[in-house]
């Protein structure tokens, strides 16, 4: 009866520390001293697929009215391509830049590192609007002045989609138990980054750049 009860306090103080553990991954703390600005820090998954896709849609027919037509696929697919690059240096590059201290420490919390430190926060984890909205305008006005108009149109709605599947694919795997294949295979992955190396895995939605520039997660030895 004794070993049974030891037993049964092993597993609740088991219990305990991993709900402990699960939620300081969970519940991430105030980024502002600000009430607004914090409120805008947190953002629901919801957001990103409102504002974005009447923007995709838009640009989409624009595209293709105004003189890409038929050709409007394949400029899609290049701005697919082009966002899936951005996503994985601009993850390996700029999200994982890490000062030791002084501003630079503190933007990178802001930017990356407060997901690191509690990645099941569901509202850290899709793009604030505040920042996407300007990053978006911009990056479909340099398509503008470098492919010209139309193709920039339909460059920027691949380009754009790409941004929202990653978004969306990234909520997924942190809050969702994949049942394909494929999702399995991307959840794992992303896993393996924010749990054993985050020093490889950059490519979220597209983990063959990782393949391409040698970053791509090692799987552990299984023992014999």
Known sequence: MGILRGDMAIKEADDVRAASRAERLRASPRMFDSDLLDKLSRVHPSVPPILFIPAIAILLVEGFVHGVAWAAPAWVLGGYIFWTLTEYWLHRVVFHFEPEKGIGARMHWIIHGVHHDHPNDPLRLVMPPSVSVPL??????????????????????????????????????????????????????????????HETGFGVSAPFWDHVFGTAPKARPTRG
């Open 136 to 197: 978006a305008v911009l990056f479909l006005w340099a398509f503008f002045a470098v492919l010209g108009s139309p193709a920039f149109l339909p460059f920027g709605a691949g380009f754009l989609a790409g941004y929202l599947a990653y978004d969306m694919l990234h909520y997924h795997v942190h809050h969702h138990t994949p049942t394909t294949r494929l999702g399995k295979k991307l959840r794992e992955l992303h896993m393996r980054h924010h749990f054993q190396d």
